[in-house]
């Protein structure tokens, strides 16, 4: 058997390594995606007054800092048994959206859009966000970098510091926004909703325009049969911050509706020998391996599950793309990988919107910032949607809110099955019998995954001496036979 | 009097073990003998958040962990970044690394330093949370503050001179 070694993985944040082993017929028999889990973090937090956690998650991970402190904020507040006031969860909300405005310009830009705007088997050296400057032009390769910025100064303004965020405390926040604030993040929101509908546009004019990329989407290797998750408002709209979690089948139809608190009930995971991270599965179904289709336990939670979960979009253009979308794609749910960015996308003009409408809420600049604390229940729960999927906090105290037990979901674990299963069938679906394995190949492999935007970051200021490409294909002893490095 | 604005920029997660060394390295700088005019700043951020955080300065020294094949824990490392360029543009790595974002400012016409050091430590342990240093590190962290204080010193004081 030969073993290919793709290891670290491009553009992406923290570390991880794909493994794809290929039978003597030179076919993908097996493919494996691992990643070094951190350790220590129940340790590290027990013992800790709970109202420390929502600013001790944030270093967890470089990448999504605001919605470890916001599914943390909800957490405590549920220890505390205290609900924040209309002005507070506002606040919460309004932040929230800036950080996914950020988020989603990032990914979208560089790290999907090389994919698209140059092309899946461009030159490596040009296949970067430089190259996507390159064709888009200066003006737009600026209005991307302004934007992300932008967002980011909302963020610190009400989180107090854009990575380590500080604005969550039991019951509320720790300070509210000035008229004068207020005013200018409605300009600042604004500039977000054309950027947002823009960039669906890009998406619209780059990929549909192109019958390669559409049938890429459509009909290449790159689709997954599974069950979708994501937090619903009451009219099952898609909501990032609150709600129900609803799982909806492969067809559709809704499976599962929960609150936070009775997460434990609907999943659960399992652990492989050959990795530390864990694999979420709908409980009541149970785990039927790494397969696909109505009977399988796997599930994904992402921003496609999310707009397969919900009945439509709460914003208004949100909604009209979301609508456009299905239609497009020919229906709901839809089960292409690759429509992960279009379904991005949607969510991006959805924050943009939702984040003007905050912002314009009369609410925002009320004074009452935080409601009395309840007794100490001793346990909560708190779920929000991270960019890359439900993320879940759930915290045990003792009688004083020290700190007994810490367990958490993070987004991306929820995909962990979801990924497999997706770079193994493109890893069959691309590499044949006898077939050369190029770089492109390879890209296109990791194209896979890249489109769950998937997060295991430790450490993201990691310097590059230490990132690279490296691809081994070996004999069925072992021996590595070729080599490629990039 | 200089105006070159200069910073002192210690990266990484100080609350997962050696990971934290640049900060933990620039906060211990701030009390040593150095120029009054150096700023110090501490950030566990990278790729585009980074480069606009240097940008305006005209001097960068970022220190920072990492690891290659077979280092010694607590070896010290100077690097420009002219020694990445390759590793960069031949391997497509890390898409928003922080030299794909500084070519990114340079192609917007951010005001980037014109000069960019980075001191990097061999760190042992990255996975742990842990506000505290591996005890190899801890063991070598002395030498590793002195060998950093040296370099930044002669860095800063054979530009003035």
Redesign the interface.
């Known amino acids: 058997m030969k073993h290919i070694s793709i290891d670290p993985i491009t553009r992406l944040e923290g570390h991880g390594k794909i493994e794809i082993f290929l039978n003597d017929e030179g076919e993908v028999e097996n493919a494996y995606f691992q990643v070094p889990e951190l350790r220590g973090f129940e340790k590290f937090c027990e013992g800790r007054p709970v109202e420390e956690l929502p600013s001790i998650v944030t270093k967890i991970c470089g990448v999504c800092p605001g919605c470890h402190h916001m599914a943390s904020g909800k957490a405590v507040d549920a220890v505390f048994g205290v609900e924040p006031p209309p002005t507070a969860k506002k606040l919460r909300e309004l932040f929230y959206m800036a950080h996914f405005v950020h988020s989603h310009i990032v990914h979208f830009y560089a790290l999907a859009a090389p994919d698209f705007v140059v092309g899946p088997t461009a030159s490596p050296v040009d296949r970067t966000i430089l190259g996507v400057i390159n064709k888009v032009g200066l003006q737009i390769g600026s209005e991307v970098i302004k934007q992300r910025r932008i967002a980011q100064e909302i963020q610190a303004l009400i989180g107090g510091h854009q990575t380590h965020v500080i604005m969550n405390t039991p019951g509320g926040v720790k300070k509210g926004i000035t008229p004068e604030q207020r005013d200018d993040i409605i300009k600042k929101a604004e500039g977000f909703v054309e950027f947002s509908k823009f960039s669906i546009q890009l998406f619209k004019d780059v990929v549909l325009g192109n019958k390669d990329y559409v049938d890429l989407i459509m009909n290449g290797p790159y689709s997954l049969v599974l069950h979708s998750m994501g937090l619903v408002d009451e009219q099952n709209k898609v909501n990032f911050y609150d709600g129900k979690v609803r799982v909806v089948d492969t067809k559709g139809k809704e499976l599962y509706k929960y609150s936070p608190e009775h997460y434990l009930d609907f999943v659960e995971e399992r652990v492989e020998p050959w990795t530390y991270l864990k694999f979420p599965y709908l409980k009541k179904i149970g785990w039927k391996g790494f397969t696909e289709g109505q009977e399988s336990g796997v599930y994904h939670a992402t921003p496609l599950s999310r707009l397969n979960a919900a009945d439509g979009m709460a914003t208004a253009v949100a909604q009209q793309e979301y609508e456009f979308m299905f239609k497009t794609l020919q229906g709901k749910p839809v089960h292409a990988t690759m429509a992960m960015h279009w379904a991005r996308l949607v969510e991006l003009i959805y924050s943009a919107e939702h984040c003007l409408e905050l912002a314009m809420d009369p609410e925002i600049t009320g004074n009452e910032l935080r409601a009395p604390l309840g007794k100490i229940v001793g346990e909560g729960v708190g779920i929000v949607e991270a960019q890359r999927g439900t993320l879940t906090h759930h915290y045990w105290t003792d009688d004083k809110g020290m700190v007994r037990k810490v367990n958490l979901i993070v987004g991306t674990t929820n995909n962990h099955a979801a990924i497999c299963m997706s770079i193994k069938k493109a890893a069959r679906g691309l590499i044949k019998k006898g077939s050369e394995i190029t770089e492109g190949t390879l890209n296109m492999i990791e194209m896979a995954f890249r489109a769950y935007d998937p997060c295991f970051s430790c450490a993201t200021h990691s310097l590059p001496g230490q990132m690279r490409m490296i691809l081994n294909i070996r004999d069925i002893e072992g021996n590595i036979i070729d080599s490629f490095r990039r | 009097m200089t105006t070159e604005k200069i910073m002192v920029l210690g ?6 073990t050696d ?1 934290g060394i640049g900060p933990k390295l620039a906060g211990d700088l701030t009390k040593m003998d150095l120029p009054a005019e150096v700023t110090f700043k501490t ?8 480069m ?1 955080t240097i940008s305006g300065y005209s001097r960068i020294f970022m220190i ?5 094949a077979g280092g010694k824990p607590g070896t010290v490392y100077f ?1 420009s970044p002219d020694d ?1 360029r390759e ?14 974002a500084l ?2 400012g340079n ?2 016409n951010y005001p980037l330093p014109s000069e960019i050091m ?1 001191i ?1 430590v061999e760190i042992a342990e ?5 506000e505290e240093l591996s005890p190899v590190l801890r063991k070598r962290y002395p030498d590793i503050l002195s060998k950093t204080h040296k370099f930044l010193l002669e860095a800063l004081l054979s530009q003035k001179s």
């Open positions: 990266i990484g997660n100080d609350i997962l990971d950030a566990a951020v990278g790729g585009l958040e980074l606009e920072d962990a990492i690891r290659t690097f990445f590793t960069m543009h031949i391997s497509n790595l890390h898409d928003i690394n922080f030299f794909t070519e990114v192609k917007l980075i990097a990255d996975l742990e949370f842990s």
